[in-house]
């Protein structure tokens, strides 16, 4: 990994000599909510400065709270009515200050969660919980490293002209699977394009770019670094790819399944630990494992992985609607198996040497980054601590496989395994699930009340 400073990121010199000459006006001062959303404000560029930048800035602690319509949701102990919804402060984490450069004399900086009455985390902010897991890592001789692959659907149709639709007879950009068409890719390389320059001058580094398998969806790879940063490039990309889209007249999604008919969106997990504050691969080694030759940190971060995949699926799968990928021929995994370069098996081993990881296909594009790289790394770890062996090495069709262990088919079947796993409970604390437990019923609840559109056509007339 380079040590150079990724284009767009801005210090503190840079920025005010940029405000100075009115080149930068407006600083989004942003933090990721439980959806993996970034809420903030806009400052005025020299009021940052003067009076945000080294101190904090209040916000309402409901954003911690509330659902995706921003309506507060009773039940957290967090925050509520009787608590009076108070506020939080958002500190600005000035090492991730970027000029956003799809945005006029704009910059960005993310921000960590402190309560308002004492200069402590908030430990239930999903920047916080990745935090945390990291920090875990690092005291133990180790630095995390991933990337995550983000699918998504491109549409032709505006966001406005898709809402007033009903979200149904959508235009795709391309009629036909697109995986790796670099002609069908052309179409809608007006959007993909302006998405890959304007991150990459704005401090998010792009490997590449590809149509994938459904009609109008493509792929976006970002460059391989520390999980933290990682987290956060993965949220400025989706923020921004909706902003471009919509300055375009577009609409794009990042739902894990818009459509039956479609291939669902993934966000596939990268990652390997290093050692020596990040210099030397710790996953290659001489042990044997099946046909390779690893370390006893890759098997057993990958056991431990594999060992509490069933408890954290709720956090690769927020949403009833993220369980709809899973199906056979589909490349999302439905058996629990891992394998070298199989894209059928839920953990796919690739690399070699330096570039030896483990990618995990089970994430979908909906996934709070944060989230999903935290409750990875905290099985790894635990699978280090206990030494967990994982399963031998699958040859073959996993779809065609009936012995082995299904990853959860339903947002009700993870909570309850999330629910029950006494090692979530214990590596992360009770507040911390029982939060998220809430948050996750709370989408499962919410889904349950309403009458589909498919329901109402097969049943209106003939039930």
């Not at 993965?234 to 007249?249: C, N, P, S, T």
């Not at 899973?326 to 394998?339: D, M, N, Q, R």
Request: net charge negative; glycine share 8%; aromatic share 12%.
């Amino acid at each position: 990994m380079s040590s150079q400073q990724p284009r767009g990121m801005l210090d503190v010199v840079s920025l005010k000599e940029w405000v100075a000459h009115d080149q930068i006006e407006t600083i989004l001062v942003v933090f990721p909510d439980i959806y993996g959303r970034l809420m903030g404000k806009r400052l005025t560029a020299r009021f940052f400065l003067d009076e945000v930048m080294d101190a904090a800035l209040h916000a309402c602690n409901y954003l911690l709270a509330c659902d995706m319509e921003m309506e507060p949701v009773p039940g957290y102990a967090f925050t509520n009515w009787a608590s009076g919804y108070g506020d939080f402060r958002l500190r600005p984490d000035m090492r991730t200050l970027r000029h956003a450069t799809w945005l006029d004399k704009t910059a960005l900086v993310l921000c960590d969660v402190y309560h308002e009455e004492h200069d402590e985390f908030v430990e239930l902010a999903p920047r916080t919980i990745l935090r945390r897991q990291v920090e875990q890592a690092v005291s133990q001789g180790y630095v995390a490293r991933g990337a995550s692959e983000v699918e998504l659907y491109l549409f032709k149709d505006s966001y406005e002209d898709a809402a007033r639709k009903g979200y149904i007879g959508l235009q795709p950009f391309g009629a036909y699977i697109e995986d790796y068409h670099t002609f069908q890719s052309t179409k809608a390389e007006a959007l993909l394009g302006a998405i890959r320059h304007h991150l990459e001058r704005s401090g998010v580094p792009v490997e590449s770019s590809k149509g994938e398998w459904g009609p109008g969806q493509q792929e976006v790879n970002l460059r391989y670094t520390d999980l933290l940063e990682m987290a956060d490039r993965h949220v400025l990309y989706k923020h921004a790819a909706k902003e471009i889209a919509w300055q375009q007249g577009h609409a794009i999604t990042f739902m894990a399944k818009w459509d039956e008919n479609c291939a669902g969106s993934s966000m596939h997990i990268h990652i390997s630990l290093w050692g020596d504050n990040g210099t030397t691969p710790l996953f290659p080694g001489d042990v044997p494992l099946d046909k390779l030759q690893t370390s006893d940190l890759f098997r057993w971060f990958l056991g431990g992985w594999m060992a509490h995949v069933h408890d954290i699926f709720a956090f690769y799968a927020p949403y009833p609607a993220s369980y709809k990928r899973f199906v056979a021929g589909s490349f999302a995994p439905t058996g629990i198996a891992w394998s070298y370069d199989n894209r059928t098996a839920g953990f796919r081993i690739v690399g070699h040497g330096r570039s030896l990881h483990i990618e995990c296909r089970a994430p979908g594009a909906d996934a709070n980054p944060y989230l999903a790289f935290a409750v990875t790394l905290a099985a790894g770890l635990d699978g280090i601590a206990n030494q967990i062996e994982p399963p031998p090495m699958f040859v073959g069709d996993v779809y065609a496989a009936r012995h082995l262990p299904q990853v959860p088919r339903t947002l009700n079947a993870a909570i309850a395994a999330l629910e029950q796993s006494q090692w979530a409970h214990k590596t992360f604390g009770e507040a911390l699930i029982a939060h998220y437990l809430h948050f996750f019923r709370t989408e499962q609840r919410k889904f349950d009340a309403v009458v589909t559109n498919w329901e109402r056509a097969r049943y209106f007339e003939r039930a």
